[in-house]
């Protein structure tokens, strides 16, 4: 079957650095996305990674290992406003994607 | 604004009624996608069109049925409805397959 794997919730504090993982198998490999979804709201595009390596867009990150199957959103100088959930998904062989269940990140000051 | 729009915002329904979820976009997208999204659960593909004309079952299909006449409009259309259809439902639109999908603002449905 097809499997998307990230943690439930992390906390961190203003300011500092977030790696949120993700871990996949799935049937074919077009693409792994990251998305970010504040509550209540619809989930918006933040980046998309398609060969090995790190993608780097302003404060947000995102590194993929196809080999090892995983990747990660790192961000930097956090703010409240990061207070969100991070959907990882993944575009198998039919061009569908495949959606991890959401890691919501909380933000301390 | 281009963008996606999704009609109505919230709805309660009663069990065995029938609801048809609007969705709307204006940027010409080829494919458009319908999901639910409920708690601990990563969004679920229910239908999807690659082009106006066709349409294609996804992940939770049963229940729902779709249609694609035009480029602009995805309705979603619930037969009979169901206490386990109570979720929140996205419409989503790519320009090409593999691209990134821009999401509507959701429609709260609630099943009695």
């Known amino acids: 079957g097809q499997n998307i794997d990230q943690p439930t919730e992390m906390t961190a504090t203003e300011g500092a650095i977030v790696q949120i993982n993700c871990t996949y198998q799935?049937?074919?490999?077009?693409?792994l996305f990251w998305y970010q979804q504040h509550a209540g709201e619809a989930p918006t595009f933040l980046s998309y990674n398609v060969l090995d390596g790190l993608e780097e867009k302003g404060r947000f990150s995102s590194f993929l290992s196809r080999s090892k199957g995983y990747s990660y959103l790192l961000l930097k100088e956090l703010q409240m406003k990061d207070s969100a959930s991070y959907l990882c998904?993944?575009?198998?062989?039919?061009?569908?994607?495949?959606w991890g269940a959401g890691t919501k990140l909380i933000i301390k000051p | 604004i281009a963008g996606i729009t999704q009609a109505p915002t919230s709805q309660i329904l009663a069990a065995g009624r029938r609801m048809t979820l609007r969705c709307t976009q204006d940027m010409r997208h080829n494919a458009m996608y319908w999901y639910r999204q409920d708690l601990g659960l990563g969004l679920r593909l229910i239908h999807y069109s690659n082009t106006a004309g066709t349409t294609g079952k996804g992940e939770v299909p049963d229940g729902y049925s779709v249609s694609r006449a035009n480029t602009d409009d995805f309705p979603l259309t619930l037969a009979s409805a169901v206490p386990s259809q109570t979720s929140v439902y996205f419409c989503?639109?790519?320009?090409?397959?593999?691209?990134?999908?821009?999401f509507g603002p959701g429609t709260r449905l609630t099943v009695t």
């Open positions: 799935t049937s074919g490999f077009n693409g």
């Open positions: 998904a993944v575009m198998d062989s039919n061009y569908q994607l495949i």
């Open positions: 989503a639109s790519s320009d090409s397959l593999a691209g990134e999908q821009y």
